[in-house]
């Protein structure tokens, strides 16, 4: 799902975190009928400024409402990194705001204490001087 607010405001929930609990919710039904399903990967955008005005909690709920539901789990619905047999939470890392880097250790401390624990990893957006949307990429960042 992509990074649009970073919080509850700007209608975060409306526009983000809802239609993914929907997703989770559907294809969670469907894995539990049998019928297979792909993982569900999210990613929260907490820019550095947010630290500031703390309007970076989106990425809360995600952990809380999805990634650590036990039901979830048990059905393997969370995208999960088959090297490290972990769950990938993705973090966008844009040049200009980066990702704020106490909310990032935030996201890994409670990935440790959950089993399995998360990996965070960091996502940036490349994009060609134009005003197509269409010619951006996304590239793993390495931590």
């Given at each position: 799902m992509g990074p649009g607010c970073p919080g509850m405001s700007c209608q975060g929930d409306v526009l983000e975190l809802r239609p993914t609990e929907v997703l989770f919710e559907e294809w969670g039904?469907?894995?539990a009928a049998g019928v297979p399903t792909p993982q569900i990967a999210v990613w929260a955008n907490i820019p550095s400024f947010s630290?500031?005005?703390t309007t970076a909690?989106?990425?809360?709920?995600y952990l809380d409402r999805l990634y650590f539901n036990a039901s979830y789990q048990q059905l393997?619905?969370?995208f999960t990194d088959e090297f490290r047999n972990k769950p990938v939470f993705y973090v966008p890392a844009n040049p200009q705001f980066p990702p704020d880097a106490?909310?990032?250790q935030k996201i890994e401390d409670r990935g440790v204490r959950t089993a399995p624990p998360l990996f965070v990893?960091?996502?940036r957006r490349e994009c060609e001087h134009s005003l197509s949307f269409a010619a951006c990429s996304f590239l793993l960042c390495s931590k």
């Open positions: 039904k469907l894995r630290a500031q005005n909690t989106l990425w809360q709920h393997g619905l969370v106490g909310i990032v990893v960091r996502l």
